[in-house]
């Protein structure tokens, strides 16, 4: 005969520490539908976090690290609870998610690039160098019209 293990019940708080999310986000991604209503307390009527709870937080966890959109997430949990059915809407978002973090990622690259070369600018400054001076004035213009048109479509 097998004994059901006890179900831990987690307050918010400690759902919070235990996410990494703050326990408004919690009540936020619960009121939108981004996850499902939590169970309360019967006497408190607070919520408890079961661990099916935790995992799901921790997924909407990663996929906010992301930077993925609170829709995209609330449709991602969604299509997560009809299962593999699913699999090709899911796929879909990743890859639409995966698509966003490439675009961001070159844009990272050209602010990093444009910084380089205006600190390459006042170390010219500084050390007297007018030429060097005006050569990264020149790339730092030129970078800028390039950063302008990614960060601005």
Not at 119 to 147: K, N, S
């Amino acid at each position: 005969m097998t004994i059901p293990a006890e179900t831990r019940g987690y307050s918010i708080k400690e759902a919070a520490a235990l996410t990494g999310l703050p326990a408004s986000t919690l009540r936020y991604y619960e009121q939108i539908g981004v996850i499902e209503p939590i169970a309360r307390g019967a006497s408190s009527g607070h919520r408890v976090y079961d661990e099916d709870d935790l995992d799901q937080l921790v997924w909407v966890s990663c996929l906010a690290a992301t930077g993925m959109s609170v829709g995209d997430m609330r449709q991602y949990m969604a299509n997560n609870r009809r299962g593999p059915a699913a699999a090709a809407e899911q796929r879909e978002l990743l890859e639409q998610q995966q698509r966003h973090l490439a675009v961001e990622a070159e844009r990272l690259v050209l602010r990093r690039r444009y910084v380089e070369l205006k600190i390459g600018y006042w170390q010219a400054v500084e050390a007297g160098d007018r030429a060097g001076r005006d050569r990264l004035a020149d790339q730092a213009r030129e970078l800028a019209d390039e950063l302008r048109a990614v960060t601005h479509p």
